[in-house]
């Protein structure tokens, strides 16, 4: 017999500005780092918040690590929004950044969650900004079990 069931789901917002103040106050800093978000999915699936929360892990990790050297006042982005079955993902911050190598370690990662949520992303550089916009699919957490 099979069972079907839905997948826990969690608040998106809440857990994201969690992690990212977990994130901030774990990487050794010499300025406070300013996070603003606004994350307009209220509940989202496990399997995909997991992947997304490893992509903005790393996002803000080469941030402190490589764009805020000379920045008197570092803020970090993150915007998020569900539509039309597409979750939208903006990520900046106001760095300089001094390592902008797409061959590194954490951009593979970077890559490689983003393909497995079905998704595309794009990264813009400007003299005192660096962005990334992603777009995942809206994806299905339904699972079906053998049941005994």
């Known amino acids: 017999m099979l069972g079907i069931f839905k997948a826990p789901t969690l608040d998106g917002g809440d ?11 774990t990487n050794d800093t010499k300025s406070k780092i300013r996070c603003e978000l606004n994350i307009e999915i209220d509940q989202i699936g496990v399997k995909t918040v997991v992947r997304i929360a490893l992509i903005i892990t790393e996002l803000i ?5 490589h764009a805020f050297a ?8 993150i915007y998020m929004i569900n539509e039309a079955d597409e979750i939208h993902l903006r990520y ?8 902008t190598s797409d061959e590194s370690f ?19 550089t400007m003299s005192s900004r660096t ?5 995942f699919k809206m994806q299905s957490e339904v699972e079906i079990n053998e049941m005994n």
């Open 15 to 25: 857990y994201l500005e969690s992690l990212s103040a977990d994130i901030l106050r």
């Open 61 to 65: 990790t080469n941030s402190v690590k």
């Open 70 to 77: 000379n920045v008197q006042e570092p803020l970090v982005k």
């Open 92 to 99: 900046s911050d106001n760095g300089t950044w001094s390592d």
């Open 106 to 124: 954490g951009m593979l990662l970077i890559e490689t969650f983003t393909e497995q949520l079905d998704g595309t992303y794009s990264r813009s």
């Open 131 to 135: 962005s990334y916009d992603f777009c």
